[in-house]
């Protein structure tokens, strides 16, 4: 196949609602200028979600514990610019590679169980890190978080400003870059093997698919992805709090996922603004009640609403269109 | 050297006890009908501050406050069970997960809303409080209490499981549901009797705990891994399994914040992850 038309393909697999999506988010500049702020923790949160979409949507993996790699990625990347490396892209590579590697390390551990046992060892991970961090005060701050992050202007060109300006725009293109190579991951043959490993992992394994392997391979790439997102949050608000290791941040990427749709590629991003945006909200209000409402909504979820956002608009639209049908069928 | 030792195992004693008795109930939830209940905590904190508001605001002596959190628990329980843990035996681990943080969610919302979000004091009664001494150690009386109603519990559920008619139906359908619904065992009402004895007992183990674990909105996330620990680590085929994963645990946590506090909760969740790693087949995972 050329060049070309690979490049064809390509963007013929790259659907017009996809491209309008993206446009969004980049007219965003000068469609939501006063909450720049808030849309990149949205675009972070988004990435997280993706990462935690590859484990739990595509492979099955039940972690209460994802926010380990993300803390790490935030620390990483945190306390290179802390210690006078401030040049963005270098660190962000730094963090995922970090990420990557504990989560290479430590999914020798999350792959062989059943899902209880996942659950429990994710969940030990994750409060494992935050004891650790909490414990070493002396490097990460501790409960006072890491301070004295300072960033080297981004490409040498564009200094982080207060507005979030360059954030906004540092996040919109590391998420975008991902979520292209996610995508491509998850239609090629290694995603589809995913799927099956999900669905019926006794018979991918007779048919000779090195299941392990494969579930490990997946779970270190998610866990740099969730690490360059954590990455980008320390790098954006110059700040690394310790509750970027808190089990509240795995069970909300979890929440915001299911909210989206588990499964499906933009469920994480989709999950992540509704959830971010309502939490931005309604937390403003009272937290307490935030998180009253919240446990509501995750059981109204379960009991009612399968799919999430994209599940309900996916239900939607076939309800539409299969009603546009059916009057042609009866002429 | 040896006074300070025996102090720490029995207070890890005293501990791993009201451990073992807010978790039984989760063994029986996981084991009968493989339901992964991260609330069950959210129990133990109803019993709690039952116990805690009734003896403050209406003078309810300790003694009755502690069946009181029994019964309120285990109807609590019976209720959740009925209308919505029901729907969910058969539904994906990830549905469970998500159902029971929501109310975990909830719990911990309501209990800041209602009673705020300071540690509740509970005044115990005289004849509970103050110390003893034996072999040269002093001892904490309450501790000691903790104990003794542990052991009876324990002696008591023992004999029910294993001597009467009730007990050969849940062991009956925890080894093997289908076949003992098959010989005319009403599983789902075996279970939803379990089910709320186990809440009660949660609900006890928390009014009991005030004193040792404290009382505060976020208690059933607080403790959430211990009481998964306990069940992972012991299994749930058996009563002895539970009994001594929690008094080991409540030994080490004890020990392991006596002597080298500067780890921490550290050791609890090394300890977790080793011990998941060299003994997965603890875990029941029936599918």
């Known amino acids: 196949m050329s060049a070309a038309a690979r490049a064809r393909t390509w963007a013929g ?69 802390a210690h006078g490396w401030g040049e963005p892209l270098s660190g962000l590579l730094a963090a995922g590679c970090c990420a990557g590697l504990a989560g290479f390390l430590t999914s020798f ?41 300072e960033m080297a202007p981004l490409l040498g060109a564009f200094r982080f400003d207060i507005y979030g300006r360059t954030a906004y725009g540092y996040c919109l293109i590391v998420t975008f870059v991902l979520f292209l190579g996610v995508r491509r991951m998850v239609h090629s043959p290694f995603g589809w093997s995913l799927r099956g490993m999900r669905d019926n992992p006794s018979r991918m394994l007779a048919l000779g698919y090195p299941v392990q392997r494969r579930l490990i391979a997946l779970y270190t790439v998610s866990a ?32 915001m996922l299911i909210v989206g749709g588990a499964g499906v590629l933009y469920g994480g991003l989709v999950g992540a603004a509704v959830f971010t945006l309502a939490y931005h909200f309604l937390s403003a209000l009272n937290p307490v009640y935030w998180q009253f ?21 996916e239900r939607l639209s076939r309800h539409l269109r299969e009603r546009g049908r059916a009057p042609a069928a009866q002429r | 050297m040896i006074a300070s030792l025996i102090g720490i195992v029995f207070d890890g004693l005293a501990y791993g006890m009201l451990l073992f008795l807010i978790s039984v109930g989760l063994s029986v939830t996981l084991g009968l009908m493989n339901f992964v209940n991260l609330a069950h905590g959210a129990f133990g904190m109803l019993g709690g501050y039952l116990c805690a508001l009734a003896m403050a605001r209406w003078n309810v002596p300790f003694l009755v406050a502690l069946p009181l959190a029994f019964v309120a628990a285990a109807l609590a329980g019976l209720l959740l069970e009925r209308l919505l ?48 001494s034996v072999l040269g150690a002093d001892h904490n009386l309450y501790r000691m209490f903790l104990l003794a109603v542990g052991v009876v519990l324990t002696v008591a559920l023992t004999l029910v499981v294993e001597r009467t008619r009730f007990g050969a139906a849940v062991r009956a359908a925890v080894d093997n549901p289908r076949v003992a619904e098959a010989l005319g065992i009403r599983v789902g009402l075996v279970f939803q009797i379990a089910f709320a004895t186990g809440c009660g007992l949660a609900g006890l183990g928390g009014a009991l705990g005030v004193e040792v674990l404290g009382l505060d909105p976020v208690f059933p996330l607080k403790y959430m891994v211990y009481f998964l620990l306990v069940v992972a680590v012991g299994g749930t085929s058996t009563l002895k399994g539970p009994l001594y994963a929690a008094l080991l645990l409540g030994v080490a946590d004890v020990a392991g914040k006596y002597y080298i506090p500067q780890v921490g ?18 875990l029941i995972s029936r599918s």
């Open chain 1, 13 to 81: 697999r790259f659907p017009w609602e996809e491209g309008a999506f993206w446009l969004l988010l980049a007219v965003g500049f000068w469609l939501w200028p006063k909450h720049l702020a808030l849309a990149s923790q949205v675009l972070i949160a988004g990435l997280f979600a993706l990462s935690y979409d590859l484990i739990l949507g595509y492979a099955g993996i039940l972690s209460l514990g994802h926010a380990a790699y993300f803390g790490l990625g935030a620390y990483a990347a945190g306390l290179l610019a």
């Open chain 1, 109 to 149: 551990l999350v792959v062989r169980g059943q899902d209880l046992t996942r659950l429990m060892v994710t969940t030990a991970i994750g409060l494992l890190l935050f004891e650790l961090a909490n414990r070493l005060s002396n490097i990460t701050g501790g409960v006072d978080g890491l301070s004295g992050v």
């Open chain 2, 85 to 132: 843990f029901r729907r969910f035996y058969r539904r994906s681990h990830l549905d469970q997960v998500l159902l029971t943080i929501g109310l975990t969610f909830m719990a911990v919302a309501a209990a800041t809303f209602l009673f705020g979000p300071q540690q509740q004091a509970l005044r115990l009664p005289e004849y509970l409080s103050g110390q003893f």
């Open chain 2, 265 to 282: 909760a550290f050791i609890i969740y090394a300890m977790m992850v080793i011990l998941l790693i060299l003994r997965p087949q603890g």
């Open chain 1, 224 to 255: 740099a992805i969730a690490g360059v997102a954590g990455a980008l949050l320390a790098q954006t608000t110059q700040f690394v709090s310790i509750d970027v290791f808190s089990f509240n941040r795995s069970a909300d990427v979890m929440v």
């Open chain 1, 293 to 313: 409402w919240l446990g509501a909504f995750l059981i109204a979820i379960v009991l009612f609403g399968r799919g999430g956002v994209l599940g309900a608009c």
